[in-house]
């Protein structure tokens, strides 16, 4: 997983500024400080989704590790392997 100090280069590298604004007004460059400010925000922004995925991953792992679990067990109770399998879709 990367870390918030590699997310933010990466972030810095792939926009070295950023400008607020719209065409009828214009655009300006953010501060020093708001431009570090949601560089960061991104960054944490990514790491957390990051975490969601590395999370939900952990989670199907052990459901199918649970799931494999239980059919072992009804297999060695007896019961055949469609019928294990059945119990533990």
Do not use: C
Not at 1 to 13: C, E, F, N, V, Y
Not at 56 to 69: E, F
Request: proline share 2%; net charge negative.
């Amino acid at each position: 997983m990367t870390t918030l100090a590699d997310a933010i280069s990466a972030l810095k590298t792939q926009h070295p500024t950023l400008k607020i604004g719209g065409d009828e007004v214009g655009y300006t460059d953010l501060s020093s400080a708001d431009y570090d400010a949601t560089i960061t925000q991104w960054a944490q922004a990514q790491l957390d989704a990051e975490q969601r995925v590395a999370d939900n991953l952990a989670a199907d792992k052990a459901i199918s590790d649970a799931r494999t679990s239980g059919i072992t067990h009804a297999l060695s109770l007896g019961f055949t392997q469609a019928q294990a399998e059945a119990m533990f879709p």
